[in-house]
């Protein structure tokens, strides 16, 4: 791949970022809908650091937050006394997840008739908080979770099991809020940004809520792919397709794609989702970015005039510290060791060989995945 290419697709996936970044987001919503300072905040998902920067500085120094978020997502970040942060597990729950279930059940729960709750939530929110019904262990979750994870569910299948077993999910969590008010900020990591669906539901409204409420979808999937579009237009770049349809198998999605792209005119093809991967017994090491990547580089081999990337918005593509990676004419330039990579579903080994990963770190943000394919004349 040449670098003006690479460079250009880099550019327009981190403008897609920049515009729906948790901070951002939910200053610009609070700019936008002004809400009453809260007595709470429950920040939860991979998004929820970020979220939390965007909040007024006195909201972030004084007012009680737990904040529960992905493994080393917090880092050596400042907060204050008034703050109790946890990091937990994603895609697979552990007992850390349990604990922050706990921890925000008693936060809730303990809320006082005049209290204001604020709930920041972006996707992961399903993994890292957790409730579990009585007799269930979290082995069965984590046994669970894999399972559907490698038989290819996508989310909402994931959701439905998920609020089966949980005493929390499907708006239970706010079941037992007894204050004034809730307030939700979400970042949409679901088809059709449903704040039920969102996390499992964690935040979403009961059916009998004793508490105004109001939720708010402040970033999503679409709003990322306009930036995208708009920044795409300035460059002189014509945007054939602008869809969010990567809600198969990535076999299936890639097919699709590819044939939007060898068919289509040139220009620029950008997709949004998230697609599906059903994993072998011993799975390797990779993603489902990766996984689609490597899919379309099959399609693509040997054409000197396309070129692209598929990555994570949040930063992460399954197990590894990749985003995604880039793909052009030769990144199945060995089809042998590709074919391999894919059956195994290894592709992180392979594309990282080929320097064809994209590692980026964490996003501040999670509205599923982007994939960017340029076609030249």
Known sequence: ?????????SSLFHCGVRAVKGDEAVRASLDDHRIERPTKILAAGKAALAMFKGLPDDWQSDVPTLLVTKNNHVG?????????PIEAAHPVPDEESLR???HAVAFVHTS?????LLIL?????????????????VEELIYLTKEALGEGADIAEINRHRREIS???GAKLLDGFGGARVDVLAISDVCGDDIGV???????????????????IVASNSIARGAVARDAATRGLNVVINAETMYADVGEVAACIARDVNTGPCGLYLYGGEPTVVLPKSPGLGGRNQALALELARYFRKRGDIAGLVAGTDGTDGPTDAAGAFLDGDTFSDPVDAG????????APYLSKIGDQIITGPTGTNVMDLAIILKHA
């Open 112 to 116: 006082k008739r005049e209290d204001r």
């Open 340 to 347: 391999e990579a894919l059956r195994k579903a290894n592709a």
């Open 121 to 137: 939530l972006s996707g992961g929110a399903s993994s890292l908080v957790e409730r579990l019904k009585p007799g269930i262990k």
């Open 167 to 169: 005493t929390i999910k």
């Open 76 to 84: 050596d970040t400042h907060l204050g006394e008034n703050v109790l």
């Open 1 to 9: 791949m040449c670098e003006t290419d690479r460079t250009t697709l």
């Open 198 to 216: 969102i996390g499992s539901g964690l935040a979403g409204r009961p059916t009998r809520a004793g508490f105004d409420y109001s939720s708010r």
């Open 100 to 102: 922050a279930g706990e």
